[in-house]
């Protein structure tokens, strides 16, 4: 079996669950990278594991219409176009209706 082929394979049971308990725990983890800002304080960029958000993306991909169906009207990230005018003019609405 080539590398590939193993590599997809293993994609294929984490795709469908099938991972142990103590390997998943590795495919959640990253790794913190730490800089310094400019002017004062670090930023902290977390590099996740690149299997898992491969299998991730491609599961959100394969899925993105059920996914819309399921998330919309509640969600503003998923397959959503005019996603920051419609979260300013619902802002701007609970404003108007909640002037406290």
């Known amino acids: 079996m080539s590398g590939f082929n193993l590599y997809f394979e293993v994609c294929g049971h984490i795709a469908q669950g099938h991972v142990p308990p103590s390997i998943s725990c ?48 509640h969600q503003f990230g998923v397959r959503t176009h005019g996603e920051c005018e419609i979260m300013v003019y619902g802002i701007q609405v609970m404003l108007d209706l909640h002037l406290d």
Request: net charge positive; aromatic share 12%; proline share 4%.
């Open 26 to 73: 590795l495919l959640f983890a990253f790794r913190l990278l730490l800089l310094e800002k400019q002017f004062k304080g670090i930023c902290s960029i977390p590099i996740g594991e690149v299997t898992y958000h491969l299998v991730a993306r491609t599961l959100a991909i394969q899925f993105k219409d059920i996914l819309a169906k399921h998330f919309n009207p």
